[in-house]
Nanobody, 125 residues
Framework: QVQLVESGGGLVQAGGSLRLSCAAS????????MGWFRQAPGREREFVAS???????SYADSIKGRFTISRDNAKNTVYLQMNSLKPENTAVYYC???????????????????WGQGTQVTVSS
């Protein structure tokens, strides 16, 4: 069993920054592709960013250039640095782990096996 715990969400004004963290349990963290997804009220959960064990990355077009995903395998932690935040970025952000040991930074929800509880990000106008 893998447990993921997100932190770092909060309320920020448009143009501001937040850094989300996801702390993972288990000794196999360094082998997992890790992803960030988000779900806004009344919307489907959508892909934000992902990172492989070798730090290959994928980003949603809507946030590319503003958000950066990174990982620290020694700390079993993945991060999402969010800059130039916009009101449309308001959502619950979820951390996920691909337990299939993929070598690609997947954008597909179905490729991820473990999910955190989420952390709320609210961006005011």
């Amino acid at each position: 069993q893998v447990q993921l715990v997100e932190s770092g969400g909060g309320l920020v004004q448009a143009g501001g920054s937040l850094r989300l963290s996801c702390a993972a349990s288990g000794r196999d963290f360094s082998y997992y592709t890790m992803g960030w997804f988000r779900q806004a009220p009344g919307r489907e959960r959508e892909f934000v960013a992902s990172i492989t064990r070798r730090s290959g990355t994928s980003y949603a077009d809507s946030i590319k250039g503003r958000f950066t995903i990174s990982r620290d395998n020694a700390k079993n932690t993945v991060y999402l640095q969010m800059n130039s935040l916009k009101p449309e970025n308001t959502a619950v952000y979820y951390c996920a782990a691909d337990g299939a040991l993929s070598t690609i930074a997947s954008r597909k929800i179905s490729d991820y096996d473990y999910w955190g509880q989420g952390t709320q990000v609210t961006v005011s106008s």
